[in-house]
């Protein structure tokens, strides 16, 4: 039988059973076997309180050996419930187990029967009384230690009413006959409180079974939440979260002195497929740099999708640093390979890889994440289909980035950032027809900081708007103070134009000022900057344009989906990216897509600016291709506003295109 068995066993047991029934069988056989102490204490009191009643008159193996034989038989059954191995129990073994109870149980009546039938003849009256009373009670309340059972519950009461029929029935005694009669009744009512029993225990085992089954499925669907709050539901592979977690679980200092090796991968060239392919090819190309990324790094390394198209991955301590720039490569190489898209058109992307390196302390595991991320930051800014180390040069631009970046916290950007203005010229009589806002930041603690340094950290800090805000007030004071400036220009990040709150505080700003001054204020933005949310994008710019501001597309030829930006959304300036203008003079091709450019400009009636150009030789190529307003250092560097003040009232002007190569004079009083 059963010893006493924990919880857990239990459930095991009752998820074992194939049917309700055995289900309940075996919980009959548990509530049997938790019985037994207290069965065998009782029948072993019973035997030696008989025994010692016929001491003196019946021989001693009645009065002594059937008393001592319940002892030790009870010693035995007791030391093998408390001492019995703890095992699972399956149905057919349970069912074999009962079997053998009942067919125990039925012995053990059948000897207790012949044991008050020996004594019989040894009794007085009043011991033969107390031998009825022995064969009614011991017989009945055996049966309470079996009321799970019914059936071994009839088999115990019918065995008894039986013998005491047999031994004690008699006709001419009536207290014999009535409580014959009575013990039948009784018996008749343990049976039927057995039965009921044993509903209400099949009830609660099939209540058990489903909660047990709910607790599996709560679980089972616990650990699938689990899972996919961790997994990536398109690669298969670990997201961001779990990602952080495994970091955090190989960075151990305390145990070992070599430290992981952190990689984070970028790939370049994705989103024009997303844009011309559709999300499916790009879902194809995720899925496809997943397969190619695992048979590299193989069970070298763990590897997750972070987001977008930026994957991660961790080589464990034992790979050398001469390894990890290996695999590197690798990664770099297989990323080079042509993909087949759904439609079965062939592209390309790369990849570029920035991964971190063990030959500078950290604190954390963060610290390994931070250096991976400023070499890839470094790798795209170099190259793409590049796998750049973090190096002492790195660390000294991250200590550098760090001091920045605790300082801006700490600024007080309205008094700290002043504007410097760099005019957009008509070439043809040299007139200004707007300017360019541009932000300086004059640090107490760092003195004067480029704008591509802090503009860049404020950008990670997500302290951009905060700096277009600053920006837009000033210009529009500028605007107020200087009625003579045509217009004035102002850049928007990309957190800006894709952010509700920004864009509501600058039109409150903006319809703060009287017409006249904020009609003469641009917007510009980036085509990169229109890549994260289009549609947002395109709904805070109509703010602006349903005030009467005019928005231009900077940088214009840089980005995968120019001509769709002219199409979708209004603008009123293209500014030709600097790189054209640099080139323009150098490259046939180049002249050509800007005169395209210019061309399609005009037919869409909108206003064109060439940048970039620095010498009269681009000047002039660039006035061939059409254009007229051009911007930059061939007439002027960004201009504080005292000095431009003085192009305004005409104190100074910029040659005009004639002059400039007549004598090429730059500035004439």
């Given at each position: 039988?059963?010893?006493r ?18 289900a ?6 548990r ?14 009191v ?52 009962l ?8 012995g ?7 044991w ?8 007085t ?5 107390y ?7 011991t ?9 799970s ?45 057995s039965?009921?029993?044993?509903l209400?225990?099949?009830?609660s ?8 089954a ?18 990536d ?12 977690q ?11 002195k ?13 989103k ?9 090819a ?24 972070l987001?977008g198209?930026e ?10 640093q001469?390894?990890a ?43 390994l ?8 930051f ?12 973090f ?14 970046h ?28 707007r300017c ?6 004059d ?14 950290i404020?950008?990670k800090?997500?302290m ?33 134009i894709?952010s ?25 933005v980036t ?12 709904y ?11 928005i231009?597309?900077?940088?214009f ?26 080139a323009?003079?150098t490259a046939?091709?180049?002249l ?33 291709a059409?254009?007229r307003?051009?911007q ?14 003085a ?13 400039l190569?007549?004598?090429g ?5």
């Open positions: 039988m059963l010893k068995t924990n919880i857990n066993t239990y459930r095991k047991m009752l998820q074992n059973a194939r049917t309700p029934e055995e309940v069988m075996m919980e009959q056989l509530a049997i076997s938790q019985n037994i102490p207290a069965l065998y204490m009782m029948l072993t019973a035997a030696i309180a008989l025994g010692s009643t016929f001491v003196e008159t019946a021989p001693p193996f009645l009065t002594y050996g059937v008393p001592v034989m319940f002892v030790i038989l009870t010693v035995i059954r007791l030391a093998f419930w408390k001492f019995g191995n703890s095992r699972l129990m399956y149905p057919d073994e349970a069912r074999t187990k079997m053998q109870v009942e067919v125990l149980t039925a053990l009546f059948l000897i207790l029967g012949i008050v039938w020996s004594l019989l003849p040894y009794a009256s009043q011991e033969r009384l031998l009825s009373f022995f064969t009614a009670f017989g009945a309340s055996s049966t309470i230690c079996a009321i059972r019914p059936r071994l519950v009839g088999v115990c009461l019918f065995m008894t009413l039986s013998v005491f029929c047999l031994l004690f029935y008699d006709w001419n005694e009536r207290f014999y006959f009535y409580a014959t009669m009575q013990l039948s009744v009784t018996y008749l009512v343990f049976f039927m409180a039965r009921t029993y044993k209400r225990l099949a009830q085992v099939v209540l058990l079974n489903r909660l047990n709910e607790n599996r499925r709560s679980t089972e669907l616990a650990d699938t939440n689990q899972s996919m709050a961790l997994t539901m398109l690669t298969g592979l670990p997201n961001r979260r779990q990602f952080f495994d970091v955090d679980a190989a960075y151990d200092p305390s145990r070992d070599a430290l992981p090796v952190v990689g984070l991968i970028d790939l370049d060239g994705f024009p497929i997303n844009d011309v392919f559709g999300h499916t790009g879902d194809a190309v995720l899925v496809e740099t997943a397969r190619r990324l695992k048979r590299v790094l193989g069970d070298k390394a763990s590897v997750a999708r987001g198209d994957f991660a991955y961790i080589l464990p301590r034992t790979v050398t001469k390894e720039k290996r695999i590197a490569q690798q990664i770099v190489n297989a990323m080079n390979e042509p993909v087949r898209l759904p439609s079965k058109d062939t592209s390309r992307v790369s990849a570029s890889v920035g991964y971190s390196s063990r030959e500078f302390p950290v604190k954390s595991a963060r610290d994440m931070e250096q991976a991320d400023f070499a890839l470094r790798a795209k800014e170099h190259k793409v289909g590049q796998a750049i180390e190096s002492a040069h790195h660390a000294e631009s991250l200590m550098r980035e760090a001091v920045v605790q300082a801006l916290k700490k600024a007080d950007l309205d008094k700290e950032l002043r504007l410097v203005f760099q005019p957009i010229v008509n070439s043809t009589d040299g007139q200004i027809t360019e806002a541009l932000a300086r930041w640090s107490p603690e760092l003195g004067s900081v480029p704008p591509m340094e802090f503009v860049g404020a950008e800090m997500g951009t708007q905060q700096l277009t805000r600053v920006v837009v007030r000033q210009a529009l004071e500028y605007l107020r103070d200087c009625p003579e400036l045509p217009s004035l220009s102002v850049n928007l990040s990309a957190q800006d894709i509700r709150e920004t864009s509501d505080a600058l039109v409150a700003m903006i319809l703060a000022e009287p017409e006249h001054v904020r009609h003469r204020l641009v917007l510009e085509e990169s900057s229109l890549l994260n949310d289009m549609e947002e994008a395109r805070n710019l109509m703010k602006f344009r349903f005030m009467g501001l005019k231009a597309l900077d940088d030829g840089t980005g995968y989906s120019s001509l769709r930006y002219l199409q979708d959304l209004e603008f009123d300036i293209v500014k030709i990216d600097r790189s054209f203008g640099a323009i003079n046939a091709r180049g050509g897509l800007v005169a395209t450019i210019q061309h399609l400009c005009r037919s869409l009636s909108i206003e064109c600016i060439i940048e970039g150009i620095e010498t009269r030789e681009q000047l002039e190529t660039a006035r061939s059409g254009c307003l051009v930059g250092y061939l007439y002027s560097a960004p201009l504080s506003a005292g000095d431009l003040h192009y305004l009232i005409g104190e100074k002007r910029f040659p005009t295109y004639r002059q190569l007549e004598d004079t730059r500035d004439v009083a």
